[in-house]
Structures are given as structure tokens and as C-alpha cells.
């Protein structure tokens, strides 16, 4: 069974900053894309931004500017730093990880953000 860990969710104010982060096995985080998705209450989930294996980047118009996605390949870690962040930023935050067989997912991180 392969277990992705989230971590670093929180309360925090708008305009303020999280950093989420996200620990996967060996076996599967180096040769994965890794992606962090959103899902607010009523809301289907969406794409906040993707980093593939070999580091190019992907964001959404909505989070552009303000979230930075990275990979620790040492420490088979991806992290999302959130800035600016806006009431609408909260939502339950989700790990992927995409080696083109599978997809893994972790069990989310409630981001709320206060205004």
C-alpha cells in the first residue's frame, strides 16, 4: 500500500503563508510527477500545481504568482508554498503522485484561511 503523508496545513489570516508538504516512498517519488489538488466544500477537486520528475512546473491561472511547487528528490518530499493567501484558498489539499501507471493520493490537509 502505498502511503502519501501530508503535512502543514493550518488556520491562517489572508495575506499570510503556509507551507504544505508531502512525503512519498522511494519506490515510486523519483520517477513521478507530483501535484498538489484542492477541494473546497461543494466544490469538485482541482489542480493547484504540478511538478513533473524532472522539475517543470504547472499552475493554474487562480494560484499563479503566489504558490511555488518543489521537489526534494533526497528526501522524496514535494512542498507547496502558499503566499498571499486568499479566503478562497480554503479547501482540503491533496497529494498526487503520477508514475504513468499509477496514481497515488494522500488523505488531505485542511488549509482554512481566515479574513
Known amino acids: 500500500q502505498v502511503q502519501l503523508v501530508e503535512s502543514g496545513g493550518g488556520l491562517v489570516q489572508a495575506g499570510g503563508s503556509l507551507r504544505l508538504s508531502c512525503a512519498a516512498p522511494g519506490t515510486i517519488f523519483g520517477r513521478s510527477a507530483m501535484g498538489w489538488y484542492r477541494q473546497a466544500p461543494g466544490k469538485t477537486r482541482e489542480l493547484v500545481a504540478i511538478i513533473t520528475s524532472v522539475g517543470i512546473t504547472h499552475y493554474p491561472d487562480s494560484v499563479k504568482g503566489r504558490f511555488t511547487i518543489s521537489r526534494d528528490n533526497a528526501k522524496n518530499t514535494v512542498y507547496l508554498q502558499m503566499n498571499s493567501l486568499k479566503p478562497e484558498d480554503t479547501a482540503v489539499y491533496y497529494c498526487?503522485?503520477?508514475?504513468?501507471?499509477?496514481?497515488?493520493w494522500g488523505r488531505g490537509t485542511q488549509v482554512t484561511v481566515s479574513s
Open positions: 498526487n503522485a503520477n508514475d504513468d501507471v499509477r496514481t497515488y
